[in-house]
């Protein structure tokens, strides 16, 4: 595609629900990205894939949250059991190079627990 | 202490000024180094990236960076309305980028 595809783009569930949001990077990017943005801050780093490999998840926040690349393309970050304060818009980017520095984002995907 | 910097803002110029956005870094080993633009609701886009000691211009817009003071800026010449934005900085340490929170550039007609 054009650009990097998140979905959905809004979701509002109820506590202790599991959520998975789905990435689709720019297609022939390597390196893909998810990152999380509370309002007014940066977008905070949880993890990132070189093809299909997970190369660093030191950024998810504890053992509830979870990503795969199975394809080494579409992406899926899954939160288990999620908490009012997983509330934020999770944020997914890639880039052409493996580990690249340049990458590019997707719109988001918001989430709001209830 | 953060590992990226920036003051939160807001800044606030008047138009036709220059803009000066500021990021000071943690981690010696980063070796590039990068400023986003993100409007209120968007995603952040690339502006500017920065790999070398000096200055970097691209039209109205001039990166600095000096790794001796672990320190980045983004100067914005004839600053428009159309600038306001919040500026995030970023370091590639590498393997992942790391934002900083953001300085918020509000630029008055």
């Known amino acids: 595609g054009a650009g990097v595809s998140q979905s959905p783009r809004y979701k509002v569930t109820k506590r202790g629900q599991d959520v998975a949001l789905r990435c689709d990077p720019i297609?022939?990017?390597?390196?893909l990205y998810w990152y999380r943005q509370a309002l007014g801050q940066g977008p905070e780093f949880l993890t990132y894939?070189?093809?299909?490999?997970?190369?660093?998840k030191s950024g998810l926040p504890n053992d509830r949250f979870s990503a795969e690349r199975p394809e080494g393309s579409i992406s899926t970050l899954t939160i288990q059991r999620t908490e009012q304060r997983d509330s934020a818009m999770y944020r997914c980017?890639?880039?052409?190079?493996?580990?690249?520095?340049?990458?590019?984002f997707g719109e988001g995907s918001w989430l709001t627990v209830v | 202490q953060k590992e990226v910097e920036q003051n939160s803002g807001p800044l606030s110029v008047p138009e036709g000024a220059i803009a000066s956005l500021n990021c000071t870094y943690s981690?010696?080993?980063?070796?590039?180094f990068f400023w986003y633009r993100q409007y209120s609701g968007k995603s952040p886009e690339l502006i500017m990236s920065?790999?070398?000691?000096g200055d970097k211009e691209d039209g109205r817009f001039t990166a600095q960076l000096n790794k001796a003071s672990q320190y980045v800026s983004l100067l914005i010449r004839d600053s428009q309305p159309s600038d306001s934005a919040t500026y995030l900085c970023?370091?590639?340490?590498?393997?992942?980028?790391?934002f900083g929170q953001g300085t918020e550039l509000s630029v008055k007609p």
């Open positions: 980017a890639s880039s052409p190079y493996s580990s690249g520095n340049t990458i590019y």
């Open positions: 297609s022939g990017h390597v390196s």
């Open positions: 894939f070189n093809y299909e490999a997970q190369q660093d």
């Open positions: 981690d010696r080993v980063s070796q590039s």
């Open positions: 920065i790999y070398s000691n």
């Open positions: 970023a370091v590639f340490p590498p393997g992942k980028l790391i």
